[in-house]
């Protein structure tokens, strides 16, 4: 099936340091991968569509100057957190769509990326 | 904006129990999804449901898409150990014309499920 991985599974960083969080499709092309936030014990929140090619789309209340996301091919998109800071911490989980066209919904996750921010 | 409510929030039931978790919304859709979320990992599909009225099975989980098409149901029959984790609905309405954002998942806010050996 298809296969999301996402790198890396955990980091670190120190407030105001930005990180990139990378999300590939394995074996399928994406065309459209979707960045979410988890918090503890929180459904996830849905924060950007990427979209290969194009700018992404970005949920109302997302910073897009914080929250850089780059969908530069069919297989890899990045987030990168910029200026991070406590708050940002979080788990981050990327999921991409698989079928070019048609009306199904993306199936398929990455194992997330837990970032703490100290 | 879509809402999905899911209940109940927690379970603690013991090995060899049967399970039954739902998802209702304020409006509808036309694909639910259900999803396995270990601690620390991504979420794992389950089941995928793309018709009204269907029942789809896998394994010892089954899962219905209501025919109002606004709730499903997850039932998990004779729960063992592994089945401990985090359940998410999520539910998906395709409109025509949206492109990249036409595939938006709501989820629910999940149930724990805690089974006791």
């Known amino acids: 099936g298809a296969v999301v991985s996402q790198h890396p599974s955990r980091v670190i960083c120190k407030s105001g340091t930005s990180v990139k969080i990378e999300c590939r499709s394995l074996?399928?092309?994406?065309?459209?991968m979707f960045w979410y936030r988890q918090f503890p014990k929180q459904s996830l929140m849905l924060m950007a569509t990427s979209n290969e090619g194009s700018k992404a789309t970005y949920e109302q209340g997302v910073e897009k100057d914080k929250f850089l996301i780059n969908h530069a091919s069919l297989t890899l998109s990045t987030l990168t957190v910029t200026s991070a800071h406590p708050e940002d911490s979080s788990f981050y989980i990327c999921?991409?769509?698989?079928?070019?066209?048609?009306?199904?919904?993306?199936?398929?996750f990455g194992n997330g990326t837990r970032l703490t921010v100290t | 904006g879509q809402q999905l409510n899911q209940s109940p929030q927690s379970m603690f039931i013991q090995e060899g129990e049967d399970v039954s978790m739902n998802c209702t919304s304020s409006?509808?859709?036309?694909?639910w999804l259900w999803y396995k979320q270990d601690p620390g990992e991504g979420p794992v599909l389950l089941i995928a449901l793309y018709k009204a009225g269907e029942l789809t099975s896998n394994g010892r989980l089954t899962a219905q898409f209501g025919i109002t098409r606004k709730d499903s149901f997850l039932n998990i029959s004779a729960s063992i150990p592994s089945d401990v984790g985090i359940y998410f609905c999520a539910g998906h309405l395709s409109l025509v014309g949206r492109g990249g954002s036409n595939y938006k998942l709501t989820f629910g806010k999940g149930t724990l499920l805690t089974v006791n050996p």
């Open positions: 409006s509808i859709f036309n694909t």
């Open positions: 999921s991409a769509r698989d079928r070019p066209g048609g009306r199904t919904p993306p199936l398929h």
């Open positions: 074996d399928f092309q994406a065309t459209t």
